[in-house]
């Protein structure tokens, strides 16, 4: 069963009120759509977009006996401009956007998110594979060796990228994701209780789905749809989409046009941690618009 990470502090951070309508980027396993389902009540909205159209479903089960109005959308959180328009929709109260793998997605969906098994090199959100849709395995089998060691350092933070470059290249054709865990581990040995093969699947999946593009988009348009006093939340598990909201965030402060709900990101507590050890990277920022 997928654990929502840090959901209290989430529900408390947006403060929603009777009513709100609220904009969720990933419905994930429906954990979260729940409690915010609750807190609107029969006079708010909640509009949950996902790529994979198998997790929308189960988010739909969960909702069943939900008492407010519930819009799934099997589309990408970065469209939330089209979304609402096509929804009649001009505003929002808040938006929540968690950026992590459920465990439904890394355990289940037979697409190559986990190290640990061996299953084919997709690593796309959606189920389903449209035209010019990338997947992981045209990038480890195709992309040049500096762009493979860019990405996977860019995106990973993973210091043996360029060995770990090398290693793909000379290793080609790589088919499913226990030979690519391989290859990776071959060149970088485990240090402590991470995998070797974590940061470059990371990095790895990020590009596939163009995640700090799609996050980037969703912070210009999502915030000009708020509302005065209205909430945009996020919840990052690296260092690079971090970076992105934190700076999106300060620059909106700087623009005297919001302020920080917490100056600093919330992070899990010890007990989340140990409970929950996919949220140990886990950050929530919060920011409240003025104008």
């Not at 990228?161 to 090398?166: E, F, H, N």
Request: glycine residues 8%; proline residues 3%.
């Amino acid at each position: 069963m997928h654990t929502t990470v840090l959901k209290n502090e989430t529900l408390e951070t947006l403060a929603l009120k009777p009513g709100a309508i609220v904009f969720e980027g990933t419905g994930g396993e429906g954990g979260l759509s729940r409690e915010l389902a609750e807190q609107v009540g029969s006079t708010g909205s909640l509009i949950i977009t996902d790529l994979d159209s198998s997790l929308l479903a189960r988010v739909g089960t969960s909702l069943q006996n939900a008492k407010c109005n519930v819009n799934l959308v099997n589309d990408n959180f970065r469209n939330i401009k089209n979304i609402l328009v096509d929804l009649a929709v001009t505003a929002l109260d808040a938006i929540i956007v968690d950026l992590g793998l459920c465990s439904y997605q890394i355990d289940e969906s037979g697409r190559g998110f986990s190290f640990d098994k061996d299953e084919p090199l997709i690593m796309t959100f959606s189920d389903s594979s449209g035209e010019g849709s990338v997947t992981a395995e045209q990038v480890v089998n195709n992309w040049s060796e500096e762009n493979l060691a860019d990405i996977i350092y860019g995106f990973g933070g993973e210091r043996n990228s360029r060995k770990i470059a090398k290693a793909i290249v000379t290793a080609r054709p790589i088919t499913n994701s226990k030979q690519l865990a391989d290859v990776i581990s071959s060149v970088s040995p485990r240090r402590g209780k991470i995998h070797p093969a974590t940061k470059t699947f990371q990095a790895i999946r990020i590009a596939v789905n163009d995640e700090v593009g799609a996050l980037k988009q969703l912070l210009i348009d999502g915030w000009e749809l708020l509302l005065p006093d209205g909430r945009l939340a996020v919840i990052s598990f690296h260092e690079v989409e971090d970076r992105v909201v934190k700076r999106f965030f300060v620059s909106k402060v700087g623009e005297a046009k919001a302020t920080l709900v917490r100056k600093k990101p919330i992070v899990p507590t010890d007990n989340e941690i140990e409970l929950n050890p996919r949220s140990r990277s886990a950050k929530l920022r919060v920011a409240q618009k003025i104008v």
